[in-house]
Structure formats: structure tokens, C-alpha cells
């Protein structure tokens, strides 16, 4: 990741190292502009030119920092650049999480500068947000699931996605939330479940969803790993009740970790269709489990009925 | 020698092309976009255009373009400098009438040799 410093200069006469200073400042400004269209962007309502414009500050950089040497810059403009020429082609639709994901790689060019401005010998490693923004490049499952609609085709209201929240204070962000294409009486939750000891407390979570196939469409926005909250941020396209997938949820985690935030749509029907577990004989619904602090609901505790989930019932019930 | 038009809105990079051009004893042009080479290059007619491709307000292709619709620029030589290395940009750039496409990271060597081959030929 470092061999910025060893790479030999340009040959003879053309010693380029006498434009280090000005690359370096123009990085600055560069680096400054992309974060001010960033956090100015409202994702409703995206001008070409200004994911072009945000484009060629990663762009810029790539382009210097090449020349240069400086590999690790070089590395993570050019995912960067990757992600963006997508976005600007409309190739994948923007969501707040890029948006967040871009701004995390814009702190970290920065220290990266820093440290070849300095001539440091240091490097930082940024080979998992390298790997993050790439496949987010490739609409990879993991890191943006869902094969997003183009933003002004399936307008979300405003609060949720715009990005000024989540660089006010990233660490208790809210979490982002992807563009999708909604079913009749399908909406789409942000769930957040924890403080978790473990990240992977939350993962039978989202085994529910294979095992039972109607109960919705679950996306993991977090890569698996906790927040600094100790938090973990899924979302859910689902046509259930909020209450039903609390219980669901409840058999893995204590009900009090599990939050549901409703992330509305405009012009979508969000009442038909969502009869969900509700419609379901009362003897098929799951049983929540009771939470390590003991469940605020007496019935909760003193239920006598088995903690297992009848999956195959499921199904059809659901849909 | 030859006056060469270089666009670029990096003013590191279009520094790092005059000084590498000025060494080999080429007269340089500084524009910052493909609009302000279309004004530059209306003042001081030049030899050989080199420029970039994602600029603000007029990209390189856009310039090439425009460049080749003037009956002045029809046979002049043009290199587009970019770091777009797909073949599809590089078609696009044929296609718009570009000369030679060189792909960034700027390599100053390779950028006197290139240039003069393009205007020795």
C-alpha cells in the first residue's frame, strides 16, 4: 500500500516533484468541494451537474495522485470515481448510505494526504472501505442490495434520506435507507436492533426472512458490523405489521433492542395487502421471547406455548 | 518547436504539461476547460491541442469536436490526456476526431515522445 514514497521520480529533466505543493492544495480544495456538494445534496432532487462536479473532485485527485505515486490516494479515488461515474451514468441510483460512504472516504483522503504531504513513511490501511465502495460500485448484495429505481422515479419523503442527519452526528445516524420499487401495501422499515454485545445476536433476525419467504424482503445496511452505538441497521420491505415483526424479532433479541422506523412513501398504498401475520390463526403466530431484563408484557412472560416457529405454515398465510 | 494549447482544470496537472512541454521547447497555452481552450485558441492560432476529458462547462470530446467542425482545426493535431482508459471512451474519442488518446498517469517521458511523433509525422 505504500510504495508511494519509493516510486522513482520522473526521469531527468522532468522532476516532477516541484508541483507536490500545488497538487496537494489543489487536493485540498477539491477534497473541501466534494464534501460541501455532499452534505448540500438533496437526494430528491440531484442535478447532473452536481454528481458531475462531485465526479471530477474524486477525479482530480485520482489524476495527481497517479502521477505522483501516491498509490493509496490513487486506490481509493479510483473506487470513488468508480461509484460516482456510475451514479452520474443513472447506472445506480444514489442512496444516503453512498452518500455517508463517500463522506467516511473523504475524512480518510484527507488523513492520507496528510501523510504524503508529510513524506510520512506511514500509510493507512483503507483496504476495507476500498472493498466497501466497490461494491457499492457493483450494487453488490452486501453492501446495496437492492437494485435500486432511479430516486425520481420512487420519491421518498424528505427526512429520512436527506444527508445533513447523518454527517451532524454519525454516530447515532440514522439508518440509511435505499430507494426501492414498493409493492401495493408493501412499505419499507428501518429497523435497528441493539445495544448488542455481539453483532452477530442480530443475525437469526435475518434468517427469519429466509425461513419464512412472504414475511418480507430484509437488506443488512451495515456489512454486519455494529455501529458505535452498538447497533445494528437492517431495513425491511414488508407488507407485516409493525407488531407482528416485533414478535417475530422478540424470539432472537430482547424486544426492547429491537426499533422499527417507518420510512413512508409518497403516492404508495400502504393499507392494502398488509393484513400479514395478523390474518394468521392465532396458534401459527410466534411467540415472542422474553427479554434477559424480563418483558414489560405480563402475557409475554407467562405464555405457555412453545418458542418454535412453525416456518412452513408460514408462507402463503403471509402473502 | 510548437505551440501547443494545453486544457486541463487541474492546475497541477496542466502546471506539470506546460513545464514538461516549455522543457522540450514548446511554446504553451494554459486553458482551463474545452470553453476557455475555444476562446484561447481564437486569439493565438496553435499546432497541436492536448486535453483532458472531464472538465467543467466543456469536456475534451466536446472541445474535439467543436474543433473539428472549424475549418482551421480540421488536420491539427489533438491528444486527449485522461485517465479514462475504457475502449469505449477511447472509440468516442476517435470518433469525435481525436488524434491520439493517452491514458493518465502523466508521464512526461512518454507525453515529448508522443507529441513528437504526432508533429513529426
Redesign the interface.
Known sequence: MNESQTRAP?????D?S??HD??FE?AGDNLANMESLLLALDLHAIEDETL??I??CA??I???A??F?FQDV?DLTHVM?TLLDRLRRHEIAITVGMVDTLLESGDVLRQQLALRQAASSESLDASELVARIRALAHGDAAAAPLTAAPLNAAPLNAAPLTAAPLTAAPEVASPPALVVDLAPGERVLAVRVGPLEHATQADPIAELFEEIPGLGKFTALDQGHLDGQRMRHFQVITSSADSDLLDLFSFHVAREQVHLQSMPRESTDSVSGAAGLKSLPERMRPLPRTAPGGSSDPQLRQSPRPLILPARVWPSALR | MASILAVDDSASMRQMVSFTLRSSGHQVIEAVDGQDALEKISRSPVDLVLTDQNMPRMDGLSLVRALRGNEQYRQTPILVLTTESSDEMKQAGRAAGATGWMVKPFDPVRLVEVIGKVLGR
Open positions: 520522473s526521469p531527468g529533466e522532468f516532477l516541484q508541483f500545488v497538487f489543489e458531475n462536479a465526479f471530477r477525479h482530480s485520482k489524476g495527481g497517479a502521477t505515486g490513487a470515481e
